[in-house]
């Protein structure tokens, strides 16, 4: 590394030195998140926040374009709700937060604060719910939700955190599973053509799927660590939630039928994924999609006359064409701000000096690869659009081949050990959860998702050897 680098990191442990300290070090020096006054909880900055504004923006277009409508339900949840399904109850148990007391009295009946919503949801479709004309019904909710976790890192386990959780009800089973399949494509789109981060899709073993739900996929990213992130699940709720809740509709044929659910899910833990998949020893690289801030124009000798007037012509000009540009004319030298921005991961900067202006150009410099180049001022605009989509293409390439090179096919045990210490393992699996959780117990190791066309290239299970009924991802997570 060299020694202006290594003055200028020397607020943020290096990856190699300790990849979680150094995670913590960024989200914190870049001012998304600060740690909240009660254990486990955050407060998410401006800058984080804004980060988070644009993955709202982003997948609520692509929500909508699929027919779903936003509703809001309450935070409250009574016992009794969360009580009637056994398998949703024991799922959450461990995490739920309760409320017991109202003012100075006690509650006749304890309410849970929302760890996820199918209960409360269920009980007003119950009540909705009248005919097959009123189906479907595809509403999503963004909210807070409560899980009170024992071991948190801001973005990526917290006692409370923000999320988005859809909700639809069907017909038949087909639509369901239809639905259920549709949605995790939206997430698959969504991280990597807006994210740059690429994902495994598939199906979830029975141990690890949602609790209550007949199946449960997922998108699966890997960290620059080698761990697994979930970034994203899709459920198919079958009839199970509908024959608890009694969300029963009059069918064209005049018989009453129970619907058919689904229910899909993502979170802030997203941002922590944007992190730890495209952060480098600098602190954060933004995908410029999701970046508040996807240029930023220093003034070189900004008190040079017309230096200054010329920095917020170009950005008028490029947030004109929709880029979201800010001008740093703050008194701090050059160099300092070159790091202080690089530090929170700007796609790209540029500056402006008297030399510039006389020679019609600008210095831009892309923040992923720090390359410099010089550009006309004359078409800046399409030359700038263009380069964003670089950069967010290179981070993806770059996501991609680490994935590559940390992703190891396993036909015996010991190449299984080796592997999860490194990354992914891709292997056969025989399907029995006590294989599973004894893999767990020896390895640290989960089964992460099944690959939707299933290519075995091994008949025994990597574990137990017995005959493999399916090929599937392992690896270590957060």
Same mark, same amino acid.
Request: charged share 25%; aromatic share 10%.
């Given at each position: ?69 936003? %509703?809001?339900? /309450?935070? $409250?949840?009574?016992?009794? !709700? *969360?009580?009637? #399904? ?6 959450? =148990? ?56 024992? %071991?948190?890192? /801001?973005? $990526?386990?917290?006692?409370? !955190? *923000?999320?988005? #959780? ?6 038949? =089973? ?56 979930? %970034? ?8 199970? !939630? ?68 010329? %920095? ?167």
């Amino acid at each position: 590394m060299a020694k202006k680098q290594q003055e200028f990191v020397t607020q943020i442990t290096p990856r190699e030195e300790n990849f979680s300290q150094w995670y913590t070090d960024v989200v914190l020096k870049t001012e998304m998140v600060d740690y909240g006054p009660v254990k486990g909880t955050m407060v998410i900055r401006p800058y984080g926040y804004g980060v988070w504004e644009l993955i709202q923006k982003e997948m609520d277009a692509r929500f909508k374009a699929t027919g779903h409508q936003n %509703a809001y339900f /309450p935070l $409250l949840i009574p016992k009794s !709700f *969360l009580e009637r #399904e056994a398998e949703h109850v024991e799922g959450f =148990a461990p995490e739920v937060a309760w409320v017991t007391r109202g003012g100075t009295e006690e509650l006749a009946e304890p309410l849970v604060v929302r760890p996820t919503s199918e209960t409360i949801i269920c009980e007003m479709y119950a009540k909705w719910l009248q005919s097959w004309r009123d189906l479907p019904m595809m509403m999503n909710q963004w909210c807070n939700v409560v899980r009170w976790e024992k %071991a948190t890192r /801001p973005f $990526l386990r917290t006692s409370e !955190f *923000l999320w988005q #959780e859809g909700h639809t009800l069907h017909a038949t =089973a087909e639509e369901a599973q239809e639905e259920t399949l549709k949605m995790l494509e939206v997430y698959r789109e969504f991280a990597e053509n807006v994210l740059a981060i690429p994902v495994f899709c598939g199906r979830k073993s029975e141990r690890e799927k949602f609790a209550g739900a007949a199946a449960t996929y997922s998108i699966e990213a890997m960290m620059q660590d080698g761990r697994a992130l979930q %970034a994203g699940t899709s459920h198919n709720l079958g009839q199970h !939630f509908a024959k608890v809740f009694d969300i029963k509709f009059l069918d064209k044929d005049g018989s009453h039928k129970y619907a058919w659910q689904t229910s899909w899910g993502t979170s802030t833990r997203m941002i922590g994924a944007i992190v730890m998949v495209h952060g480098d020893e600098r602190g954060l690289v933004l995908p410029p999609k999701v970046a508040p801030i996807q240029v930023v124009i220093l003034p070189i000798a900004a008190h040079k006359e017309g230096v200054l007037d010329k %920095a917020y012509e170009l950005k008028a000009r490029l947030e004109a064409a929709g880029i979201r540009v800010k001008v740093d004319d703050r008194d701090q030298s050059a160099g300092w701000k070159f790091n202080e921005w690089e530090m929170r991961g700007v796609p790209m900067r540029m500056e402006v000096g008297p030399r510039d202006m006389e020679n019609g150009q600008v210095v831009v410099v892309r923040r992923d690869t720090l390359e410099k180049e010089f550009l006309p001022m004359e078409g800046l605009e399409a030359a700038i659009e263009e380069r964003l989509q670089l950069v967010h293409e290179g981070l993806y390439q770059k996501a991609l081949k680490l994935r590559e090179s940390k992703t190891v096919d396993a036909t015996n045990y010991e190449a299984f050990k080796a592997g999860v210490e490194k990354g992914f393992v891709h292997a056969m699996w025989c399907g029995d959860e006590a294989c599973e959780e004894q893999i767990k117990a020896e390895t640290g190791a989960t089964t992460r998702n099944m690959p939707f066309e299933q290519k075995p290239f091994s008949d025994v299970c990597v574990h137990c050897g017995k005959p493999a009924k399916y090929e599937i991802y392992f690896a270590k997570s957060y």
